[in-house]
């Protein structure tokens, strides 16, 4: 029996990130590099993905790019694909939530969440597939959330496209799993990020939130660490289709 240790090994893969100059997706990027993994990290802000390459060094390259610009993703896919070569594993942490209240959604709102949140995934995740493929490996990872099928005030735009994650990373197992690529979701609880500042900006909420978990605490980055190593590795050989809840039990109760 091989050391159940290397399951977890990401010695030899290449990965890119969006949404990688902050937050979970920084989080994820940087994890993924520690386990061994080449990583490109992708999001607009020049400034804070420059500082996230001189911390992890020349394991990791960046690439500054708007991943809501959908015609654009086929040129991104070769884009990153020049540093380390044909990236083994996606994960899609770039989003937008615009915190718009039903009657009060703009077109062009919609228009953005629709774009950020499933058109990249989807079309970013296509463009990739041919060279996953060719190796018969390949790992997809989505981003669900609480509202993939839980509904906040706010978050009618957000959680449509949380709900469609969920659905999307089921048709993409069946579609692509036969090749060896596997899709699946982490759906996060609450997180302190950028996305979630309103939340955490305010205690109380922050605490009546805590204390819907069957944990009794809201996350922190570190909690996000084991269930994308786990995913992204070949630990997860057998497991494709799924929406991970990462929630310490919020959608438990």
Known sequence: ????????????RVA?????????????????????????????RQDQLAAWEN????????????????????????VVSTPFGAPDIVVHAAGINTREAADDVTAEGW?????????????????????????SWGRII??????????????????STKAGI?????AMAEAWSPFGITANAIGPGFFPTELTAAVFEDPERASRNAAQTCIGRNGTLEDIDGPILFLA???SSYVTGQVIMVDGGFTAK
Do not use: E, H
């Open 1 to 12: 029996m091989a050391d159940p240790r290397d399951l977890f090994d990401l010695t030899g």
């Open 16 to 44: 890119c990130v969006t949404g990688a100059s902050a937050g979970l997706g920084q989080r994820a990027a940087t994890v993924l590099a520690r386990a061994g993994a080449k990583v490109v990290g992708v999001a607009r």
């Open 55 to 78: 911390d992890l060094g020349s394991d990791v390259k960046s690439v500054a790019w708007d991943v809501s610009v959908r015609d654009s993703l086929a040129a991104l896919a070769d």
């Open 111 to 135: 228009d953005m969440t629709l774009s950020l949140n499933m058109s990249a995934p989807f079309f970013l995740s296509q463009a990739l597939v041919p060279a996953m493929k060719n190796k």
């Open 142 to 159: 989505n981003f669900a959330s609480l509202q993939t099928t839980r509904a906040f005030p706010g978050g009618i735009a957000y959680g």
């Open 166 to 170: 969920g659905q999307m990373t089921r």
């Open 233 to 235: 590795s070949n630990a």
